[in-house]
């Protein structure tokens, strides 16, 4: 991002930040593709997915179209937690593994070293033994600020863990919609009398 467009959007965010829920929501939601943005991983041709065995949020095609849409140029495969390939087989190097396994889900004892040999650039979740010294981006939902946040509902949970995880990789999902509350009330009540001729 160069300086004038850095100078611009700070003066943008100062003056309109904070002026209604509408605007707070489009600038977070701004923020947030550029941060995921800027996770994106250069010189990308070969995907590894590992997928999670306690729910698959996002299909294998879905998960396809996403890590496609974000690297164009990229072949994507898919493996279980146990390491069996789903589709076509994984190529011995990729440039990035996306590793989806969840705390508590049967895996080998150093599959996720396995893993890490074979990508130039790895992204997880904080399960098992040693990845947060392995991967280069972790996702930890052990972490106490990120555990306060996270949904109680396992379905759920997967969902907005696989959501941070794919985000820490580069790749952006669809934004979901939030429904804000009507102001139309409370805009008509702040608005002064209407002066009578």
């Known amino acids: ?32 593709q550029e941060r995921i943005r800027a996770a994106k991983v ?39 937690t146990s390491g069996k390939a789903i589709g076509r087989e994984c190529p011995q190097q990729v440039e990035l593994l996306v590793d989806l ?28 033994l040693f990845r947060k010294g392995i991967y280069d981006r972790i996702f930890d939902e052990k972490d106490r600020a990120a555990g306060a946040t996270l949904p109680k509902d396992m379905l759920q949970r997967e969902r907005f863990v696989q ?16 429904a804000l509350p009507d102001l139309g009330g409370a805009i008509a009540m702040e608005l002064p009398a209407m002066a009578r001729t």
């Open 101 to 128: 396994t969840g705390p508590r889900q049967r895996q080998g004892w150093f599959y996720a070293k396995k893993l890490r040999r074979m990508a130039r650039f790895a992204v997880g979740r904080n399960a098992g």
């Open 163 to 178: 959501r941070r995880v794919l985000e820490l990789a580069g790749v952006a999902l669809a934004q979901q919609g939030d």
């Open 1 to 32: 991002m160069s300086a004038t467009h850095s100078k611009v959007s700070n003066v943008i965010e100062s003056v309109v930040l904070g002026t209604d829920p509408e605007t707070d929501l489009s600038m977070k939601i701004l923020k947030d």
């Open 42 to 80: 250069p010189n990308v041709s070969r995907v590894l997915v590992v997928l999670s065995s306690h729910g698959m949020v996002y299909d294998i095609e879905s998960l396809r179209q996403k890590v496609v849409l974000t690297y164009p140029d990229a072949a994507v495969f898919f493996k279980t």
